[in-house]
């Protein structure tokens, strides 16, 4: 069995995933499974969110006793990690693999992406804390590596553009979640809870001279139906913009690369090069 104490000596390689765990003797609590558990874990942290989730109110979810959990987990953090991989289990990879090119498949994972945060607001936070690297997380990686490969950026510009489509996606999923979440602790609908709190502000006199130049935008948003809408348009074309980026970089690479070409010398080398296949050139690979 592995105890926090155990993992907090070793915090870089503090995973589930990175651990053997020796099977105890004989047989554990009659119908209960890792996958029950994991499946009970993860209503309650929808239902009550990261800070309210614990052995004892997992067992009595379950209806056994808490050291029954211990015949398959070690720790509270064990069934957060395989929690974790599971919902990214719900990324429709299928969807992914069927898309149409390499912008189609940045579109569709960043909309699943967004999708599974605002499914399960816990996985904002948790995302920092643990590693992710449980099966379906690396699985979800490899179409997200595959999807950037495919832009025609070279590999050292790849991580600056994963970063800015699905770290977007991450802020927006977060705040998407987050806001539904007050909503509903409000007893209110989305749609109710943003007109009552744009109005209480709007209406506010000390807020007056600080909004002046935002009422246009204000009045704006407010024409556009509901929240559910906004959200989704604004997604979708910030999404738009960042492809758009991506196309611009890589033409820029790519006329670098043109310009760098230019300059090889007589004998078919570059000037200042290290190899004569021109694989150190700007842009080389797209």
Do not use: C
Request: hydrophobic residues 40%; glycine residues 12%.
């Amino acid at each position: 069995m592995v105890k926090a104490a155990d993992r907090a000596k070793n915090p870089a390689r503090s995973s589930v995933w990175l651990e053997t765990r020796t099977p105890r003797g004989g047989g554990g609590p009659a119908g209960l499974d890792r996958e029950r558990i994991v499946a009970a874990a993860i209503r309650m942290l929808d239902e009550e969110g990261l800070a309210k989730l614990s052995m004892r109110k997992l067992a009595a979810e379950l209806n056994v006793t808490a050291m029954s959990l211990y015949w398959y987990v070690d720790t509270k953090d064990d069934i957060i990690e395989f929690a974790m991989d599971s919902v990214y289990g719900e990324f429709d990879l299928g969807a992914v693999e069927a898309a149409d090119g390499w912008r189609e498949m940045i579109r569709v994972l960043a909309l699943e992406y967004r999708r599974m945060l605002v499914r399960h607001p816990w996985m904002s936070p948790s995302a920092g804390q643990y590693l992710n690297i449980g099966p379906h997380a690396i699985a979800v990686g490899a179409k997200i590596h595959e999807a950037i490969g495919g832009t025609g950026l070279p590999m050292d510009r790849q991580p600056s553009a994963t970063s800015a489509v699905f770290q977007f996606v991450y802020g927006y999923g977060t705040i998407e979640s987050q806001f539904g979440r007050r909503a509903a602790e409000a007893g209110m609908s989305q749609d109710d809870f943003y007109t009552e709190s744009i109005k209480a502000f709007r209406d506010e006199p000390g807020f007056a001279d600080a909004l002046e130049p935002m009422t246009e935008l204000l009045d704006e948003r407010a024409s556009h139906g509901s929240v559910t809408q906004i959200w989704d348009r604004d997604f979708a074309y910030a999404l738009d913009v960042l492809v758009a980026g991506i196309e611009t970089m890589v033409s820029r690479e790519t006329e670098a690369g043109r310009t760098g070409a230019g300059r090889t010398g007589a004998g078919g080398t570059k000037a200042g090069g290290t190899g004569a296949d021109g694989a150190d050139a700007p842009g080389a690979g797209t």
